[in-house]
């Protein structure tokens, strides 16, 4: 069956770098656009950035772009989220998630319901 594994998160100081990593078994990796989500304590499960099959188109939520980066490593089955100058509101449970994407596009939607497949979440705590 398909199984998407996070792992990299942790406790880290405001303007500290993680970098979270997501194994994907059970599907063809190269096949699906990956992306990665995060839900705070109380509110609903927010995009965070995407990527496409090949890698070569990304997209990002606005409260993360210039500070984060997606990439993925598909001979190795999985993707990355590089997080730098990380502050007290990226606080949160961080999932990836995999999708196939429609025709003609490099990811296609990126609501939470477009996804299929998702991984148990890694926790985030960035401490002023």
């Known amino acids: 069956q398909v199984q998407l594994v996070e792992s990299g998160g942790g406790l880290v100081q405001a303007g500290g770098s993680l970098r979270l990593s997501c194994a994907a078994s059970g599907l063809t990796f190269s096949t699906y656009a990956m992306a990665w989500f995060r839900q705070a304590p109380g509110t609903e499960r927010k995009f965070v950035a995407s990527?496409?099959?090949?890698?070569?188109?990304?997209y990002y939520a606005d409260s993360v772009r210039g500070r984060f980066t997606i990439s993925r490593d598909n001979a190795k089955n999985t993707v990355y989220l590089q997080m730098n100058s990380l502050k007290p509101e990226d606080t949160a449970v961080y999932y990836c998630a995999a999708r196939v994407p429609p025709p003609g596009a490099a990811v296609g939607g990126t609501a939470a319901y477009d996804f299929r497949y998702w991984g148990q979440g890694t926790q985030v705590t960035v401490s002023p």
């Open positions: 990527i496409g099959r090949s890698g070569i188109n990304t």
